[in-house]
């Protein structure tokens, strides 16, 4: 059923999902640890795989200049400050067992990650949000992403009067390498905001694909490199 502002139940649902964030200790991990890191959180949480409304945020370095900027290179690493964070979107019902994180040390991509202290934070009701990586198809052509987009957007009853898309970047598994581009939506309403981080778009979730995040504003979209 598509979504209605309208529907304060709409709005209760949304505020079952929050993000459980974690903080790590981890010097580097690759640019594309989306799934070693995915299977190293499903060998901790079992459950993790099968869970409805689950998502997963990558981790992410330092800022340069004015946004995070992704490094180049197929063997390219990410360096972690301590302000690094692993965070999961779950349904509230589950923290308590994705606390069973804590004081682990999991293996990424050969890499320790040490799971820490535990925050909860909900989501938001800014009206534009982003995400890193979306997949619609092969992701090639920018136009057919963005009509995939805007198509699943309003299965959802979302308007996004301003949409923008990134250039491509792969989301490697051992079967396939997914072509994923970031997206922006902006001039959302905040019921519709709420709508779309619960949900999410596009496919590929615990692999942190089609996961939004808010955004300060549109202006900024041009440093984010990823």
């Known amino acids: 059923m598509p979504f209605s502002e309208d529907d304060a139940a709409a709005e209760d649902a949304a505020g079952e999902i929050v993000d459980a964030v974690f903080a790590i200790s981890c010097r580097s991990l690759?640019?594309?640890?989306a799934y070693a890191l995915s299977q190293a959180i499903r060998t901790a949480l079992p459950w993790f795989a099968e869970e409805p409304g689950a998502g997963?945020?990558?981790?992410?370095?330092?800022a340069s200049g004015a946004g995070w900027m992704r490094p180049e290179g197929e063997?390219?690493?990410?360096?972690?400050?301590?302000r690094a964070r692993l965070a999961l979107r779950l349904p509230q019902r589950r923290l308590d067992d994705a606390a069973a994180l804590l004081g682990r040390t999991l293996d990424v991509a050969g890499r320790p990650l040490r799971v820490d202290r535990l925050a909860v934070r909900p989501l938001s009701r800014i009206t534009t949000l982003f995400s890193r990586s979306v997949v619609f198809g092969d992701g090639d052509d920018e136009a057919a992403f963005l009509a995939a987009a805007a198509g699943a957007?309003?299965?959802?009853?979302?308007?996004a009067p301003t949409m923008l898309c990134g250039r491509v970047t792969a989301v490697a598994t051992p079967e396939r390498a997914y072509r994923t581009r970031s997206l922006m939506l902006a001039a959302?309403?905040?019921?519709q905001s709420l709508a779309l981080q619960r949900h999410g778009l596009g496919g590929e979730r615990r692999l942190g694909c089609g996961v939004f995040i808010p955004h300060k504003g549109i202006g900024e979209a041009?440093?984010?490199s990823d």
Not at 75 to 82: C, F, I, K
Not at 188 to 191: M, Q
Request: glycine share 12%.
């Open 222 to 224: 041009g440093s984010r």
């Open 188 to 191: 959302l309403t905040p019921a």
């Open 153 to 159: 957007l309003g299965a959802l009853g979302v308007t």
């Open 75 to 82: 063997d390219a690493m990410l360096q972690l400050s301590r």
């Open 56 to 62: 997963l945020h990558t981790v992410h370095g330092t």
């Open 30 to 33: 690759p640019v594309d640890h």
